[in-house]
């Protein structure tokens, strides 16, 4: 009995032993989704210059022609990324300018404002598109959801405010691609108020500023 007890202590002791020399091994790190930059060149100014009142109507609004800037849309991987917009002079919107002057697809959540003037008459109006998108995948569409990405259709490129989010997709699908990087030309179409709704005596000064805010989809 003796003997027997002595193994099991001896047993005992070798198990404590090695318990003593254990160490805890502690595992971290941190998985963060890909990211996305988007810029637009010469620091996101379209500037149309000087625009003679004589050329604008008195009685109806007058479209200009449009002008763009470059674009780009760059991530760190594959990523599911639309463009929401906000229109930061949305108090000077003329409503029903853009369908009057370009047709009954802008209604006015495509309505961006053109500042006020002095004495607060309305500039008028401008729509934003993107156009001529190229990615690293071909055959790219534009597409747009109006319920904040639960549905998804083919879309023209128009940039419409509110709940309307635009993206990116292959030839034969209208659901948003995974793109690392997306080029293309974002358009502004100007339409003038009616020249009976302003003093053109005075200089008159296009004042639109919209933000474009990428959304993870």
Known sequence: MKLVSGWTLGALLAVLGVNANAADLLVKGTIVPASCTLSLHNGGVVDFGKIRAAELSPNAYTRLQPRGVPFTVNCDGGTRVGVKTLDNRSSSKVPGILQAALGPGYNDAYNYGLGTTAVGQRVGGYALSVKDS????????????????????????????????????????????????????????????????????????????????????
């Open 134 to 217: 190229v990615a690293d995948f071909p055959l790219v569409n534009t597409i747009v959801s109006t319920n904040n990405g639960l549905n998804w259709n083919r879309g023209n490129g128009a940039l419409g405010q509110y709940q309307n989010i635009m993206s990116w997709s292959g030839f034969l699908s209208t659901h948003p691609a995974s793109v690392q990087r997306v080029s293309g030309t974002l358009e502004v179409q100007p339409v003038i108020n009616k020249t009976s709704e302003l003093d053109v005596t005075q200089e008159l000064y296009l004042d639109g500023l919209a933000t474009l805010e990428l959304r993870y989809l």
